[in-house]
């Protein structure tokens, strides 16, 4: 068995070109290795004859089912349910390849989030890794956005916190006053939210649960103290969001004809209770939202979304419109 980790990644990409019925040979995919070694800054490039004993490894080691196809000048798998048992060797190969599947799973619609959720599984259950406890993938939480700069030293140690239970002291920019202030810190979650990076943890000078923008760290070091992960945060987290702020119940609105055909598109996804009205317009009921919110949707639509209830809300609108008029008066 192999274990040089070059030479896995290399099989690797022979029998994904071998799936995609590339018919590869030694030539094409020597030739391959060297654009991704100049396009993807991987250091894989090899001769021709290095291919070919890598292919040798594959049908003597795996067992692989490969034939050449003089037709097509390259080779395929005769048999296409052929599973190539990878033997990743280190932590963060497995690292890489699972957190790569870990982010797809939260992107991804159904049925593909439960078919990469079940081969994440598997791949847990075949590799003895401390780092691939349930609660580590539980952890790390995604969402679509832009993205923010991060100081690459500080987000390694962040992450390596995170991944070993380890306590960070870190000095930490408030993005209110721009006060500047050390902490030590329990990474208990990674997370990447609406275009940012954060950890929610605990603040360990005083026990609270609190959430740090890693864009705002201006230094971090590991210390030697370790902690253990708090299931009690990752499932309110799970529940209730990374930022866990007040929710208002019972949002009622009027929604005009022109939105209409987005909300329906919407309805499953909101969790939206609408009922149509005869004038085209629909009564929306939103789920527990914040006020920011709340507040950030119902204003930018621009009229078009009337406040029923609750109350309070509906002033808040009228009050953040007049102070927009007067900001905007001509």
């Known amino acids: 068995m192999p274990v040089n980790k070059k030479q896995i990644m290399r099989m690797v990409k022979f029998v994904a070109e071998l799936r995609r ?15 991704a070694e100049l396009m993807e800054n991987l250091n894989i490039a ?6 070919m004993r890598d292919l040798e490894v594959l049908k003597r080691d795996f067992h692989a089912p490969i034939r050449f196809s003089p037709e097509n000048n390259g080779y395929f798998l005769e048999n296409q349910y052929w599973e190539f048992q990878v033997p990743l060797q280190t932590n963060e190969a497995i690292m890489g390849a699972m957190l ?3 982010l797809a799973e939260d992107i991804m619609p159904s049925p593909v989030k439960e ?7 598997e791949t847990i259950t075949n590799n003895n890794s401390e780092f691939f406890d349930h609660t580590y993938l539980e952890s790390l939480l995604v969402a679509a956005g832009t993205k923010t700069s991060i100081k690459p030293a500080v987000f390694e140690t962040v992450f390596q916190g995170w991944r070993e239970c380890r306590m960070l002291h870190l000095t930490y920019k408030k993005g ?12 208990h979650i990674v997370a990447y939210h609406k275009g940012n990076w954060y950890s929610k943890g605990v603040d360990c000078a005083d026990d609270k649960v609190i959430v740090l923008a890693i864009f705002r760290i201006q230094s971090a070091k590991l210390s030697k103290y370790q902690f253990s992960i708090r299931r009690d945060i990752l ?11 007040p929710k208002i119940e019972n949002i009622q609105v009027r929604c005009a004809p022109e939105i209409a055909y987005y909300l329906y598109e919407q309805k499953q996804a909101k969790k939206l209770i609408i009922e149509p009205q005869e004038n085209g317009s629909l009564l929306v ?6 006020e920011e919110e709340a507040l950030r949707w119902i204003m930018g639509e621009g ?11 509906r002033k808040k609108v009228h009050q953040l419109a007049l102070t927009l008029a007067e900001v905007n008066q001509t």
């Open 115 to 121: 078919q990469i959720r079940k081969a994440v599984d």
């Open 235 to 245: 499932e309110d987290t799970r529940k209730n969001g990374l930022f866990n702020y």
């Open 176 to 187: 209110s006053t721009g006060e500047v202030s050390e902490r030590d810190f329990e990474p």
């Open 285 to 290: 009921t939103l789920p527990p939202s914040s």
């Open 21 to 35: 019925n590339a018919y590869p040979n030694a030539t094409t995919f020597a030739k391959k290795l060297r654009d």
């Open 303 to 313: 009229g078009r979304v009337e406040v029923i209830q609750p109350v309070s809300l």
């Open 100 to 102: 790569g599947a870990r």
């Open 46 to 51: 090899c001769s021709e004859r290095t291919v």
